[in-house]
């Protein structure tokens, strides 16, 4: 099953596609490593940044999304606008989606370390959080 870990960013969703095939992870390369939304006021923008995505997915038959979970008060709470972003990803038809918190990626790593150092991987150093939150899920 392909597999998009993403982090979402201030007014960007980060991206990481990850598939498991016979306890084997594979990170097939892709046109793009990240989605931006300009501006979050306008139904316009909100509505295109979502058919960006939701074609993404289609064209590389992600069935499943991962969202690394943002608290929603405290010091680390996500913004307006990262909660926006969520929804519209939440939304996209044909596509599982699937929070997961800090706390169960640190514990899935724990339980399941990283059979590859990051550096190794190929991914850009920002797409990191994306790829562990995919692991995290992916991982049994």
Do not use: W
């Amino acid at each position: 099953m392909r597999t998009c870990g993403i982090e979402i960013k201030g007014s960007e969703a980060i991206i990481c596609l990850m598939t498991l095939n016979n306890g084997l992870f594979e990170l097939p390369d892709c046109r793009q490593n990240r989605f931006a939304l300009s501006k979050d006021a306008d139904q316009q923008q909100m509505r295109h940044f979502q058919f960006t995505v939701a074609k993404f997915l289609e064209d590389y038959q992600v069935k499943q999304l991962v969202i690394k979970e943002r608290p929603q008060k405290g010091k680390f709470a996500g913004g307006a606008v990262g909660f926006k972003i969520e929804a519209a990803l939440q939304l996209i038809a044909g596509c599982d989606c699937t929070l997961i918190s800090a706390t169960e990626i640190k514990e899935k790593l724990k339980r399941y370390p990283l059979p590859v150092d990051f550096k190794d991987t190929g991914l850009k150093v920002f797409q990191e959080t994306a790829f562990l939150a995919g692991y995290a899920f992916l991982a049994k």
